[in-house]
C-alpha cells in the first residue's frame, strides 16, 4: 500500500470524526488523489521501468519461450504447451541431471558448513599466533574460481598430478578423479568446499567472537566442558548466521557453474551435468532456448521450494 | 581516511559529475575504438574466436591487408568461444551491432546455411572470376553445399597421430606406419607400456566427438542419411553401425591391455594429455595438427607424426577438417560485402596462408604456400610438421569426408561423447551407441520439426 502525506483523500470514507489523522486517513484509502498519484509515478517509475526491462520482461518472455519450439535463428515457431516441461521431466537425462544436482548442493552445504564450524571453533580461541591460522583458515576467499579449478585439475591429474605421485609412491590403486563418473562429483565436491571453506569460516568466527564471553564463564564455572559450550552455548548464540550461511551455500550450490565449466564440462557420462550448466549448454551451445528456458523455470522453482522450507524449518530454531 | 570523507562531502557534486564524466569518456573512447575506420575507408567489422598466438597472428594478417590497399579497413573483433559466437552473431543480425564478416567453426556450418542470414561467397568467387581451384578441396568441400561455396575455409586442422619419436627409439620399437591401421597403433602402445615396465602408457584417444565422426569418415561411413546431409536436409542418424562399433572394439582392446590412458573430454583433457605426453609419460594420442607449434617447442623429445588411424584391411578415405571458416553477412550494404571479401581472398593468399601456418599450427590451404619461405623454414627445422598437411593433401573429397550438414551438431557430439564415455568405463558398446542413437533422433525430429523440415 502507498503512504503518501496526502491533504485529503478523495475515496477515503468521510467521516465527522475530525481527530483522524492524516496519516490514517491516506492509508485506509486505495485510490490516490491527482497530486499523490504524479508523486507516486515520480518516486516509482524508474525502479518500475527498471524491474520492468530487466526483471518482468526477462521473466515472462522465458515463461513464453518455454511453451514453444525454437527455430534456427532462437525464434519461436511451433506452439507445444507444456510439452517441454513434460520431456524434461520424464526424459532420464534431466532426472539424473536433477540428482546430482542435490547430491552436490546438499553435500558441498553440510560439508562446508560442518568443516567450517569446526575450524572457527577452533580459530576463536584466544592463543598466541592464531592470526596466522586465522589468515590460513580463511585464505580461499581470495581464490578465483578459474585459479581453484586449475589449481586442483593440477592436482587431479592422472599422470603428473600429486594424488597420482601419492598413490604411486605408496602403491595404491590409482583414482582416476575427473574421468571416473563415480569419483568426478567428489572431485567436484571437494574443490567447491575447499573454495568456500574460506568465507563460511570468517562469516561464522566474526559470528562467534560476538558471542558475550561472560556465558562462557559462566559455564565455566558450572563446570560445563567445552563441547557441552560449543552445542549449548555457541551453535545457539550463532544460529542467525548459520542460517544465513546455509541459505547462501546451498543458494550458490545451486548456481555453480565455473568449476563445472572448467573442470568436467558436465561430464564423465553426465555425472556433473548441473542444471544450471545444462541451461547454459542447452542455450548457448545448442541454441535450443525453448528447452533451456523450460529449464530455467523449473530451477527457479526448486530454489524457492529450499528457501521456503529452510525459512520454515530453520527459522524456527534460530535464537535471536 | 576521514580528510578524504570530509573532501567528498564538501565536494559531492563534482566528484559525482567527475566519476560519469570520466567513465562516459571511457566507454565513449572504447566503443569508438573498435568500429571507426580513417576517413575515406569502408569499416568491414570482423568478429573471430581466435585467441592466444592465433589472435596476434591474426592481427598482423588484418594489418597487412588494411595496409595493402585504401578503400577497406577491416576492424578484427574477438568474441569468445566458437560455441558462444554462433548464438552471438545470429541473435545479433539485422542490428547495427552486427559484424560484415565474422568467423564460425565447423560444425555450426548448417545453422549458418539454414539461417539465411549470410551471403554465400559463390556469389563473389563467380563476380569475380575467382580461382578457386588453389585451395585445399577437402576444405573447401566441407563449406560448401550442391555444389555451391557458402563460407571460405580458413583456420583449418586435421586430427592426426602424434607419438613420442625418442621413446620408441629407446624402446626399440618400430614407429607406426605413415598411414598406420587400428592394429598397427595398438601394437606400438601395447610394446611400449611393456617394454617401459608399465612407467610409460602407450596411448590415449581423447572423448571428443570430432575424433570419433573423423573414425567414421576415414572408413568411409555415414552418421546420418541423405548422404551426411550433403545431399538433403537429414532425418535419420546412426551412430549404432559397425564401424563405430569396431572403432571403439579397438579402444576397448587397448583400455583392457592397460596401455591406454582415459584424460576424459574437454579442454582438460586436451592439456592433460599434452602435459602427459611432453612429460615422457604416454607414448601416443590422437588430435588436432593445431596443437604442433606446442608440441614442439617444450618438447625434450623428438616428436613424431603419422595420419590418422584407419580400420584394419580398409583403404583410408581420407579425413574431414576442424577449424572454421568465413561469412559475409548479408545485413551489410554491397559495398562493405565487397570489402569483405577481398579480405577473405587475401586470407587465402600462399603467403598470408603460409605465415598463418607457422604462427599457429593451422594447416595452409593454398597449395602454392608449400613454396612460401614461411614455410620452407618451418619444414627446414621440423620436417614432422610437413605431415598434417601431406593427409589433408591426399584427401579427395566426398560425402563422407566433408563433414556432417546437420544442424544440432553440438548436442550430437554431445551425446556421442556420453557414450564414449559409458563404452571407455566399461559399458556395452551397442547399448551405448543405440541408446545415443534414440537421444540424436528425438532431437533430429524436434529440431526439423520446429524449423518446418527446412521447406
Known amino acids: ?320 | 581516511m576521514k580528510k578524504v570523507m570530509a573532501f567528498l562531502k564538501a565536494h559531492l557534486l563534482p566528484v559525482i559529475a567527475i566519476v560519469v564524466v570520466v567513465i562516459g569518456a571511457v566507454v565513449y573512447t572504447s566503443a569508438h575504438k573498435q568500429t571507426s575506420a580513417k576517413a575515406g575507408r569502408t569499416p568491414i567489422v570482423f568478429w573471430h574466436e581466435m585467441g592466444g598466438p592465433a589472435e596476434v597472428a591474426l592481427d598482423q594478417m588484418v594489418d597487412k591487408f588494411n595496409k595493402s590497399q585504401s578503400k577497406y579497413e577491416v576492424i578484427p573483433q574477438y568474441q569468445g568461444a566458437y560455441d558462444e559466437a554462433v548464438q552471438k552473431i545470429i541473435q545479433s543480425h539485422g542490428s547495427n551491432a552486427s559484424p560484415a564478416l565474422f568467423q564460425s567453426f565447423d560444425i555450426s556450418t548448417a545453422q549458418m546455411m539454414h539461417s539465411k542470414y549470410t551471403t554465400p561467397v559463390q556469389k563473389f568467387i563467380d563476380e569475380d572470376n575467382y580461382n578457386v581451384s588453389d585451395i585445399s578441396p577437402v576444405a573447401r568441400s566441407f563449406y560448401s553445399n550442391k555444389g555451391k561455396q557458402l563460407a571460405m575455409p580458413f583456420n583449418t586442422s586435421q586430427p592426426v597421430l602424434y607419438y613420442n619419436a625418442s621413446l620408441l627409439k629407446k624402446y626399440h620399437i618400430t614407429p607406426p606406419a605413415k598411414s598406420p591401421s587400428y592394429s598397427d597403433v595398438t601394437r606400438v602402445a601395447e610394446q611400449l607400456y611393456k617394454r617401459s615396465h608399465h612407467k610409460v602408457k602407450g596411448m590415449t584417444m581423447e572423448i571428443y566427438g570430432w575424433l570419433m565422426e573423423e573414425a567414421l569418415a576415414n572408413a568411409k561411413t555415414s552418421l546420418v542419411n541423405h548422404g551426411d546431409g550433403h545431399v538433403g536436409n537429414p532425418t535419420k542418424i546412426n551412430l549404432n553401425n559397425p564401424t563405430t562399433v569396431n572403432y571403439l572394439k579397438w579402444i576397448r582392446t587397448n583400455i583392457k591391455s592397460g596401455d591406454f590412458v582415459n584424460y576424459g573430454s574437454g579442454a582438460s583433457a586436451e592439456t592433460n594429455e599434452i602435459a602427459a605426453f611432453l612429460a615422457g609419460k604416454l607414448g601416443i594420442f590422437v588430435q588436432s595438427s593445431a596443437y604442433i607449434g606446442q608440441l614442439t617447442t617444450d618438447n625434450p623429445n623428438k616428436l613424431g607424426i603419422s595420419y590418422f588411424p584407419h580400420p584394419d584391411g580398409q583403404k583410408a578415405n581420407g579425413v574431414g577438417i576442424g577449424g572454421a571458416a568465413l561469412w559475409i553477412s548479408n545485413d551489410k550494404p554491397t559495398k562493405v560485402q565487397k570489402g569483405a571479401f577481398e579480405f577473405i581472398k587475401y586470407a587465402e593468399r600462399p603467403d598470408s596462408q603460409a605465415n598463418w601456418q607457422k604462427a599457429t599450427g593451422y594447416l595452409a590451404l593454398n597449395s602454392k604456400s608449400q613454396s612460401q619461405p614461411a614455410l620452407k623454414s618451418l619444414y627446414a627445422k621440423q620436417p614432422e610438421a610437413r605431415v598434417p598437411g601431406e593427409q589433408l593433401a591426399a584427401a579427395k573429397p566426398n560425402d563422407t569426408n566433408s563433414g556432417i550438414l546437420m544442424e544440432g551438431m553440438q548436442l550430437t557430439r554431445e551425446m556421442e561423447e556420453t557414450a564414449m564415455e559409458t563404452v571407455y568405463d566399461g559399458g556395452s558398446i551397442p547399448k551405448a551407441l543405440s541408446n545415443a542413437s534414440q537421444g540424436m533422433n528425438t532431437n533430429l525430429k524436434t529440431t526439423n520439426r520446429a524449423n518446418n523440415d527446412y521447406q
Not at chain 1, 28 to 39: P, Q, R, T, V
Not at chain 1, 178 to 199: C, E, K, R, S, Y
Not at chain 1, 220 to 235: C, K, M, N, V
Open chain 1, 1 to 320: 500500500m502507498l503512504k503518501s502525506p496526502a491533504t485529503h483523500s478523495s475515496t477515503a470514507p468521510v467521516t465527522s470524526d475530525k481527530a483522524k489523522s492524516k496519516a490514517e486517513r491516506s492509508e485506509s484509502g486505495f485510490w490516490l488523489n491527482a497530486k499523490d498519484k504524479y508523486y507516486a509515478w515520480i518516486f516509482l517509475g524508474p525502479s518500475l521501468l527498471i524491474l520492468g526491462v530487466f526483471i518482468f520482461y526477462p521473466m515472462f518472455r522465458t515463461l513464453y519461450l518455454s511453451l514453444f519450439l525454437t527455430n534456427t535463428v532462437g525464434k519461436p515457431t511451433v506452439f507445444v504447451g507444456l510439452s517441454n516441461y513434460i520431456n524434461l521431466l520424464t526424459s532420464a537425462d534431466y532426472l539424473s541431471s536433477l540428482g546430482v544436482t542435490m547430491v552436490y548442493v546438499l553435500a558441498v552445504t553440510v560439508i562446508t558448513i560442518a568443516l567450517g564450524l569446526i575450524l572457527a571453533n577452533y580459530a576463536s580461541k584466544q592463543l598466541a599466533g592464531i592470526g596466522i591460522f586465522r589468515t590460513l583458515f580463511s585464505a580461499t576467499m581470495g581464490v578465483s574460481v578459474s585459479v581453484a579449478a586449475i589449481f586442483w585439475l593440477f592436482i587431479f591429474n592422472p599422470s603428473t598430478g600429486f594424488l597420482a605421485l601419492v598413490s604411486n609412491w605408496l602403491h595404491l590403486p590409482q583414482i582416476n578423479w575427473l574421468t571416473d563418473p563415480g569419483w568426478a562429483m567428489l572431485a567436484v565436491i571437494i574443490t567447491t568446499v575447499w573454495m568456500n571453506l574460506g568465507f563460511t569460516f570468517l562469516i561464522l568466527l566474526g559470528a562467534m567472537q560476538s558471542v558475550p564471553t561472560t556465558l562462557y564463564e559462566a559455564a565455566s564455572i558450572e563446570g560445563a566442558t567445552p563441547r557441552y559450550q560449543l552445542f549449548h552455548i555457541t551453535i545457539p548464540m550463532i544460529s542467525p548466521t548459520l542460517f544465513f550461511v546455509s541459505i547462501i551455500t546451498l543458494i550458490e550450490g545451486f548456481k555453480s557453474f565455473g568449476l563445472i565449466d572448467l573442470m568436467t564440462k558436465g561430464g564423465p557420462t553426465n555425472a556433473t551435468n548441473m542444471l544450471v550448466y545444462r541451461i547454459y549448454k542447452d542455450a548457448f551451445y545448442s541454441g535450443n532456448y525453448a528447452q533451456a528456458s523450460a529449464e530455467s523455470l523449473i530451477l527457479t522453482v526448486i530454489i524457492a521450494i529450499f528457501t521456503l522450507i529452510q525459512f520454515k524449518v530453520l527459522e524456527k530454531r534460530v535464537n535471536y
